[in-house]
């Protein structure tokens, strides 16, 4: 009788399991039935504040539900990230995170999340490139005449960043682990002061985005050597890559993408997904990303998820190489 029992009582839980789950699934094929909201970690009128400004109306309308652009800045981006991570799992919060956010994980030991853990990706929108910049009193025309002067003054030759554990600190602190350089770091509070310092010729050098270096490059105030991605920019076409240019293999830039809670269902990350790429492919959607110097990109979950966790291990390593020490 005790066997009976048991058994009915196991019958009824998975019973009650399964319905517990009915819910979930009928709100996930009904997804979405209300607004969707995007945190962003950086400003108003910022690189990803803009991207995911140029991309939501028209995800709306797809959607068939608002897509609400929300700022909550701070911490180089980190409470958007922890926002997001602690939201609830059913797609109706996503975050719009940049490269830099791969770089908190190598720098903070005290992070509240855990980016492989908390948080699935769902696609890039853009790629964003840097340029590395020599001030035009620097005697140099190409990659590899830089390289030369750079290695006969080390410890000498200067770059600037956006600031230590920054996206341009670490671009240079990968050229110099794979070319062999001894460079004095100069960091400065934020791209622009970075980009300016080397227009005024305070530094030798520095990586710029390609946003924030063509008003500069359009006055004749920096030198433009190499890009940094693996293909040429769009917005700098007969500027080589650094592959091209002495630097085999060197690949390093920025990226703006989706991501939302994890365990948010995978019906609804690839609605998610099917709805940006479709977007992104729009040509006047291409055209106004283009336009703020970004290289149009998407992909699939697990593809953006492969490059957050290559990312994650670069990232541990070349903070390793500077000798900053995480917090």
Known sequence: MRRIRNHLLHAALVVL???????????AQDYPSKPVRILVGQAAGGGADTTIRI???????????????????GAGGSIAIERAAAAPADGYTALLMNAGGTIHSALRRDLPYDL????????????????????????????????ALARSRPDIFTYASAGIGSSSHLATSLLELVAGLKLVHVPYKGGSAAAAANASGEVDMGFSSVTAALPLLNAGKVRPLAVSSKQRSAALPAIPTLDESGVPGYDRSSWFGILVPARVPAMVVNRLNTAIVQVVAEPDIRALLTKQALEPRTTTAQQFGSIIRNELAQNAKLVA???AKPQ
């Open 17 to 27: 399991a399964c319905q517990g789950m009915l819910p979930s699934n009928a709100a």
């Open 55 to 73: 991309v939501a109306p028209r995800l709306s309308a797809l959607l068939g539900q608002p897509v609400v652009v929300e700022n909550r800045t």
């Open 116 to 147: 492989e853990r908390d948080l699935a990706a769902v696609s890039l929108i853009a790629d964003s490139n840097f340029v590395l910049l020599v001030h035009p009193s620097v005697p140099v025309k190409s990659t590899k005449d830089l390289l």
């Open 321 to 323: 190489a500077t000798g």
